[in-house]
């Protein structure tokens, strides 16, 4: 408790929390993120209604506009979907794979580009040379057209890829690995830097095995660009996610995300029923953008030259 204690007081007395208690923008994209989070991560408990529980609805209550609007019930605020269904939760509920699945591509792209980046950048020669044309080959291509390949040959593959959760890994995988690039290369270059260090040059002498000279002394050195580089790239997956669902390859409709709800409502929105499609968009929007603005306070934050 003692060192916790500590670590609280560093941290509040540091100029990271400084700067970001001074900077406004910084702050409003904090609360809209942990507010959006927070109703994502808690939908059972905070969702007014269970959309997906289907007896509990009713096809008298489909398609009813806004409480604000005529005919509009504050039994449902934002309005039902063609099946009854409350759109707030649904939204709460569909953010809830949205995250799931930006916050898991980044874990997977980061994961696998920061080990091949420290393997190219330490031990350069042939395999420095093969991993970086892999990754210009990829850069060559946008990174949804990587995805849509990677996900249509994993559904042809695998016969049980409608599944649910099955599919859900399937798009996790095909986000990840059409985005792990960036990773490799920028800890490829830091990696070239550190190699050279007096410190990793000691250990070299004293007979520490390459793979623990990466692990132990390299990669915390090169950890901080790529923490940024996560926090803006979960907005990216996030986005990536709801343009597959909204192709209709992404995350099948009994576990609708934000880009399938968009998907589904867009066929309404020529016949007036435009709540369907406003609301998930705007939620995608806000949630997008939020966590692009942290992702931007915090590489000027952790930028020693704009201090």
């Keep these: 408790m003692v060192i916790e204690a500590g670590a609280l007081r560093r941290f509040f007395g540091s100029d990271l929390w400084f700067g970001f208690r001074t900077n406004p923008v910084a702050i409003g994209a904090a609360l809209v993120a942990f507010v959006m989070i927070f109703g994502a991560l808690f939908a059972p408990l905070v969702a007014p209604h269970r959309p997906f529980d289907l007896a509990s609805l009713s096809l008298m209550d489909s398609l009813l506009p806004p409480a604000w609007m005529a005919e509009g019930q504050w039994t449902y605020p934002l309005g039902t979907d063609d099946q009854g269904r409350d759109v707030l939760s649904t939204i709460l509920y569909g953010s809830r794979i949205s995250l799931l699945v930006g916050v898991a591509s980044v874990l997977l792209a980061m994961t696998l580009g920061v080990g091949l980046g420290l393997l190219s950048g330490y031990l350069g020669g042939r395999v420095d040379a093969f991993i970086m044309r892999v990754a210009d080959v990829q850069l060559s291509f946008p990174a949804i057209l990587i995805a849509l390949l990677i996900d249509g040959t994993a559904r042809a593959m695998l016969p049980g890829a409608h599944s649910e959760w099955l599919a859900i890994a399937v798009l996790v995988g095909s986000i990840g690995l059409a985005n792990w690039v960036q990773y490799a290369r920028t800890v490829r270059g830091s990696t070239m830097v550190e190699k050279n260090r007096e410190y990793v040059q000691a250990a070299r002498v004293i007979g520490v095995r390459p793979w623990q000279i990466m692990r132990r002394h390299v990669l915390p050195n090169v950890l901080g660009p790529v923490l940024v580089i996560a926090t803006i790239n979960v907005a990216q997956a996030i986005i ?9 390859v992404g995350v099948p409709p009994t576990s609708p995300s934000l880009g399938t709800m968009i998907n589904s409502g867009n066929n309404f929105l020529f016949s007036g029923e435009w709540w369907l499609v406003v609301f998930p968009g705007l939620a ?3 949630l997008c953008m939020s966590v692009n603005l ?9 930028n020693p030259k704009l201090r």
């Design 240 to 248: 990536t996610e709801a343009t597959l669902s909204f192709l209709g």
């Design 284 to 286: 995608l929007v806000l």
């Design 294 to 302: 942290l992702g931007d306070w915090l590489r000027d934050a952790l």
